[in-house]
């Protein structure tokens, strides 16, 4: 009877070390009242019931959220697919020009997040992703005359996030010229015309008049650069076994609302401001897309396996794309 009794205060001991309170440094434009901390509450609810009480600690600027996880300030983080690549090779590569092209094919993905052939690429000894949550496509947000021709960007300004070598090819590729921005300053620089050009989600436009407060010339061309997205990110040893692997289930029980979260932000802004391009047009830019996205994938920038899952993915929603051609 002892026994049974000593073995059952150790469980609580150990079910009280592991329900201590865990700190998540949050990257949110729209701090806590935005859609992502709400999501997150979410999640935090979850995660309580798998005896981890999570504390959000939310900031507008991606690089101060960034700083703090590194300054062991927090334990675990959500920032952005394209700013969380040195945590993670292969969810940081879900930011890849030209790679994941709607929310669909995200959704699709996210339904994965606990096969066995993806998940173990989500887990290393410093670092576990244990979920993505959809923000949307970015688009080219333009306030110069329309563009309807990819020659037609030689000598524009496109701003571009620093240490990515794709986004600078592609730029480059096209005959313009790069500004490196961070999601703190580039609606700014934009407004100010200090770039012609910046890839957007609607998520992060939607709060802005467009013609207004960037004038009337301001248009999005309906076409694909790439996909953004919040990568969550811990310290795996902070955690219960398995904590992980719980997190990525409820992702997948959710993948549905989750897609259409971004699904909607993407359908709520007016139809006045899209402009479409001649698919001859867009066929040439998927040629290009693809040329730079192998060229990435030869030096180990983009996660191999990652790219050939989403080709996949991707030609099950659209046979007719030029990488599905044999």
Known sequence: MRKIIWMSLLALIA????????SWCVFDPLSTQGDISRRLQDIRSYALQNQVELKLKTYKNEKDAIQSFERNQCSGLVASNFNTHRYNHFMGT????????NNRVARAFLQLLNHSNVEKRMIAADYEVIGMIPIGTAYMTMN???INKVSQLRNKTIGILADNPPQLALVQSV??????VDFSNAID???????????????????YNLKTEFGEATQVVNFPVAYFAMNLVIRPQAYPAGFGHQVRSWFVKNSNSLAAQAIQWENHLPAYYWADISSYEKQGYDAMVV?????????G???AYF?????????????????CRR
Do not use: H, M
């Not at 005959?175 to 490196?180: D, F, L, S, T, W």
């Not at 620089?189 to 709060?207: E, N, Q, S, T």
């Open 144 to 146: 110069t005359q329309l």
């Open 301 to 303: 920038y983009y996660d």
């Open 94 to 101: 879900t930011g890849g020009i030209g790679l994941i092209p």
């Open 189 to 207: 620089l934009f407004k100010r015309k200090k770039i012609d050009i910046l890839a957007a989600p609607a998520y992060g436009i939607l709060p």
């Open 175 to 180: 005959g313009a010229k790069p500004v490196y």
């Open 15 to 22: 079910t009280a070390s592991w329900a201590d309170e865990q």
């Open 291 to 299: 040329k730079i996205s192998k060229r990435y994938v030869d030096t």
């Open 307 to 323: 790219v050939e899952l989403i080709n996949r993915l991707r030609c099950q929603d659209d046979p007719k794309y030029l990488g």
